[in-house]
Structure formats: structure tokens, C-alpha cells
């Protein structure tokens, strides 16, 4: 198993930046897959981004050229780098680990809310 916790989250005005943390309770080179996921108010969870080991990277088209995923293999974190934020990017953002295998499984952070306003 693996346990993730986010942090990062806030309110930020349009155009603005933030960067939001994926801390996994065990080393992220035994997680296939790395990803992070939105969900607005009365909208379904949605793809933002996912990393796979191999090091194939998915953007959502909404959020091409706007944020960035990453690693730090020694702190097992990966992060959400977002710029130029809009205020439709606003939800709750979820971060994602996918361990292949019969002892795998489909991990999930708890949630946290990046709010984008004026």
C-alpha cells in the first residue's frame, strides 16, 4: 500500500501560480503511475496530468503549456506546477499512484482546493 498526502492548495487571483505537493508514504520508482486529478463543483473527477515510470507524460489539453508535473525521487514527492491559473482551473485537485501488479492497487490523496479569483 501507499498512503499520499497533498498539500499546496489556496486561493490565487487569475493569472497566477501555484504549486501543489504529492508526498508518498514509500519510494514513488515502485509506482507505476503518477498522476494528479480536478473535480469542480458538479462536474465529474477529470485527468490533469499523469507521469508514467517510463517517463510518458499525459496533459489534459486545458492545461498544456500552463502546468507542469515533476519528481523528487529523494523526498518521494511529486508536485503540480500551475501558472497562469484561470478561473475555470478551480476544483478540488487529487493526486493519483497506480501500482501495476496482483499486490498493487489504486491510490489516492485526500483533496486539496485550488480556488482561482479576483
Known amino acids: 500500500q501507499v498512503q499520499l498526502v497533498e498539500s499546496g492548495g489556496g486561493l490565487v487571483q487569475p493569472g497566477g501560480s501555484l504549486r501543489l505537493s504529492c508526498a508518498a508514504s514509500?519510494?514513488?520508482?515502485?509506482?507505476?503511475?503518477m498522476g494528479w486529478y480536478r473535480q469542480a463543483p458538479g462536474k465529474e473527477r477529470e485527468l490533469v496530468v499523469r507521469l508514467t515510470h517510463g517517463g510518458v507524460t499525459l496533459y489534459a489539453d486545458s492545461v498544456k503549456g500552463r502546468f507542469t508535473i515533476s519528481l523528487d525521487n529523494v523526498k518521494n514527492t511529486w508536485y503540480l506546477q500551475m501558472n497562469t491559473l484561470k478561473p475555470e482551473d478551480t476544483a478540488v485537485y487529487y493526486c493519483?499512484?497506480?501500482?501495476?501488479?496482483?499486490?498493487?492497487?489504486?491510490?489516492w490523496g485526500q483533496g486539496t482546493q485550488v480556488t482561482v479569483s479576483s
Open positions: 514509500r519510494s514513488i520508482s515502485s509506482i507505476d503511475v
Open positions: 493519483n499512484g497506480l501500482i501495476h501488479g496482483s499486490r498493487g492497487g489504486n491510490y
